[in-house]
């Protein structure tokens, strides 16, 4: 099986898993044709079925055919993956009381705390965008 890494590093497969992951969420079905996907990212069929492909192989899509069409449906259970290695890095893993902050901070130079805080704000940044994307991702359990 493929690096599931691998397979969502590509931009155009993960515009496809949007658009599946919001057709799942629009519709009872949850199911989108080749061509709708092709319209709506404005992509050509060939293109779209390669990308396809890759993704059903590695298990993120699953297909109905009927007749010369196909349906697609997202599978998020290969995302789970992604998330339990994100999940470190999301949830802080750490406690403050840990750090001897007055230590730490007397040889550390203002351009390094600048850069520290740019880093700070960006990984916040990634962090809430990934738990965004999990969130939305993750099947919804029905009670």
């Not at 993960?14 to 199911?31: F, N, T």
């Amino acid at each position: 099986m493929p690096d599931i890494f691998d397979i969502v590093a590509d931009a155009t497969r993960r515009d496809i898993l949007r658009v599946l992951l919001e057709a799942s969420e629009d519709s009872d079905s949850g199911e989108v044709s080749v061509s709708q996907i092709v319209g709506d990212l404005e992509l050509s069929q060939p293109t779209v079925s390669k990308h396809l492909k890759v993704l059903r192989e590695a298990g993120l899509v699953t297909v109905r055919e009927e007749g010369q069409h196909r349906y697609y449906r997202i599978d998020v259970a290969p995302l789970d993956e992604i998330e339990d290695w994100l999940m470190p890095f999301t949830s802080g893993g750490f406690e403050i009381e840990d750090i001897d902050v007055t230590t730490l901070a007397a040889g550390i130079t203002d351009e390094t705390k600048d850069f520290a805080a740019q880093v700070g704000k960006v990984f916040a940044d990634t962090s809430h965008r990934v738990s965004s994307v999990v969130d939305r991702v993750r099947p919804k359990r029905r009670r």
